[in-house]
Nanobody, 115 residues
Framework: QVQLVESGGGLVQPGGSLRLSCAASGGIFSRYVMGWYRQAPGNQRELVATITSGGSTNYADSVKGRVTISRDNAKNTVYLRLNSLKPEDTAVYYC?????????WGQGTPVTVSS
């Protein structure tokens, strides 16, 4: 069983930046494909970015060029750097860990982009 705990969300002005963190425990972190997803009010959960165990990354078109996902296997942590934030980035951001048929989710951290 893998436990994921997100942190780093909050209120930020348009154009600002945030770094989200997701600390994992209970599994072999380096094996997992780690991801960040988000869900805005009234919308379905959507992919933001993923990173494989080897460090290959994938980004949603809506965030390409503004977002960087990274991982530190020694710290069992995955990060999401959000730059040039827009009001439409407002959502709860969830961390995920996937390994074959197994997938785990954190409780989410809210990000609000507003002036």
């Amino acid at each position: 069983q893998v436990q994921l705990v997100e942190s780093g969300g909050g209120l930020v002005q348009p154009g600002g930046s945030l770094r989200l963190s997701c600390a994992a425990s209970g599994g072999i972190f380096s094996r997992y494909v780690m991801g960040w997803y988000r869900q805005a009010p009234g919308n379905q959960r959507e992919l933001v970015a993923t990173i494989t165990s080897g460090g290959s990354t994938n980004y949603a078109d809506s965030v390409k060029g503004r977002v960087t996902i990274s991982r530190d296997n020694a710290k069992n942590t995955v990060y999401l750097r959000l730059n040039s934030l827009k009001p439409e980035d407002t959502a709860v951001y969830y961390c995920s860990a996937k390994y074959f048929a197994f997938s785990y989710w954190g409780q989410g951290t809210p990000v609000t982009v507003s002036s």
